[in-house]
């Protein structure tokens, strides 16, 4: 009997000191955390920027009845400088903007024997944007006052009558800028301009002209 206490005691204890060993060893062992997750850099759209663009132009001219005049229509080149405030993923910008080009277009006038030819010379606008980002892209729109200088004129019986004006108007616009590295974007917009109407004297009066230009841009902005 004693001999068999002091095997069962012996099993007994050995029995809780491995125990002992294997719950220290759990304790032990370090705890392996997961990598916390980086964010993306997001694209801070903060400060001044410059760039040149070229598109297209399309421009109407409507006289009052009982006239006509054709529409221009041609390649545009210019630049814009601005300035952009960001706050969150809303954009706050303002920027001063002009194109240079050749839209224009011909067609017989209403009077038989004569034909009309219309021009957009340039365009101008100062604008304020307003956007939202979206990752390296930022979706925005513009709105201020422009000017333009559109000429007329009239060709018949060996003889060309010209007509031309500085026109104040406004100009609304959208489109999508994309950022990439060094300071560099692409931005593609679509602006659609509105002048006042004005008369023009050419083979006769065509009065109360109403211009509108609707061009489509894309420029290489740099930010600095």
């Excluded at 809780?16 to 705890?31: D, F, I, T």
């Excluded at 390649?75 to 706050?87: D, F, H």
């Excluded at 108007?169 to 659609?192: K, Q």
Aim: net charge positive.
């Amino acid at each position: 009997m004693k001999r068999f206490l002091t095997i069962s005691s012996a099993a007994i204890l050995a029995a809780g000191m491995a125990q002992a060993g294997s719950l220290g060893a759990g304790l032990s062992e370090p705890m392996v955390m997961p990598p916390a997750p980086v964010a993306p850099a997001v694209h801070d759209w903060t400060g001044a920027y410059a760039g040149l663009g070229l598109g297209l132009g399309r421009g109407r001219h409507v006289p009052a009845a009982p006239n006509t005049l054709p529409g221009s229509s041609g390649v545009v080149a210019g630049g814009l400088l601005g300035y952009n405030w960001q706050r969150g993923t809303m954009v706050f910008g303002a920027e001063a903007s002009g194109l240079l080009g050749r839209m224009r277009g011909s067609a017989a006038c209403a009077t038989p024997g004569f034909e009309c030819t219309s021009r957009v010379n340039n365009l101008m606008a100062l604008r304020g944007r307003i956007g939202v980002t979206s990752g390296d892209s930022l979706f925005f729109v513009t709105l201020g006052p422009a000017l333009g200088s559109v000429q007329h004129s009239a060709t018949g019986g060996g003889a060309t009558v010209t007509d031309s004006g500085r026109l104040r108007g406004a100009v609304l616009g959208a489109g999508v800028e994309h950022a990439f590295r060094d300071g560099w974007s692409l931005r593609g917009e679509l602006e659609h301009y509105r002048f006042r109407g004005r008369d023009y004297g050419l083979n006769v009066v065509h009065a109360d002209v109403r211009t509108s230009v609707t061009v489509a841009r894309l420029s290489a902005v740099f930010r600095f």
